[in-house]
């Protein structure tokens, strides 16, 4: 079956530390994004991609870095200088940039602790 | 800026009810519009894809409709079942995506 994997389902992590969170995709899809979910806040683009080895800032990119060095794989590092980071993460991935619509993944809950 | 507005927050029925979710949209100039469902700490479930020139789509209980000049979308549940309780998001793609806010759905058996 095609679609997208998130892993992990939970992380946790200390302060001043790094975390990856992992996007997988076998949709041969181009366009892979990363939202944010926050209650009552609804979804917020972190990073798009639209094709191998070039990313962009979606609205809220500080304090979050990614690489798209293949095309099934966008995997999402939240950084120290993220000061608020707990929250749901969400990847997607897209034909046609966007006009075929949009895949969702199962997302990582990221906890600070 | 394109937003995206989705009424009722919430909505409570009772099995069996047929119901409506709208979702309206400032910027007509849209490729489609897409309903997701939500169930609570898991990804987005896509319904429904709608291209902007298409009028509708029905999937079995789920039918959704788009009229762009009016900016407006309506997502049908016929026959509501507990099982169709969840978050239910629209989102419009226009060169980036665009997310309402959801209405959350419980049907009561």
């Known amino acids: 079956d095609g679609g997208i994997t998130q892993s992990p389902k939970y992380l946790f992590r200390k302060e001043g530390q790094n975390v990856t969170l992992s996007c997988e995709q076998n949709?041969?899809?181009?366009?892979m994004y990363w939202y944010r979910q926050d209650p009552g806040q609804g979804l917020r683009l972190i990073y798009y991609?639209?094709?191998?080895?070039?990313?962009r800032k979606g609205d809220i990119a500080e304090g979050y870095s990614v690489s798209r060095e293949k095309k099934e794989s966008f995997p999402l590092t939240v950084t120290s200088a993220q000061k608020n980071p707990t929250a749901f993460y969400l990847c997607a991935s897209s034909a046609d940039r966007g006009q075929g619509g949009y895949t969702f993944g199962s997302g990582t809950r990221l906890t600070v602790v | 800026k394109q937003e995206v507005t989705q009424i009722p927050a919430a909505l409570s029925v009772p099995e069996g009810e047929n119901l409506v979710l709208n979702c309206s949209f400032t910027?007509?100039?849209?490729?489609?519009l897409q309903w997701f469902r939500q169930d609570p700490g898991k990804g987005l479930t896509s319904l429904l894809l709608i291209q902007s020139s298409q009028r509708e789509q029905t999937s079995g209980r789920l039918n959704a409709s788009l009229d762009k000049s009016s900016g407006r979308s309506t997502l049908y549940i016929a026959a509501s079942q507990p099982g169709d309780s969840a978050t239910y998001l629209c989102a419009v793609e226009g060169g980036k995506l665009i997310f309402g806010q959801g209405t959350e759905l419980s049907v009561k058996p």
């Open positions: 991609s639209q094709i191998v080895n070039d990313f």
């Open positions: 910027d007509s100039a849209i490729y489609n």
């Open positions: 949709l041969n899809h181009d366009a």
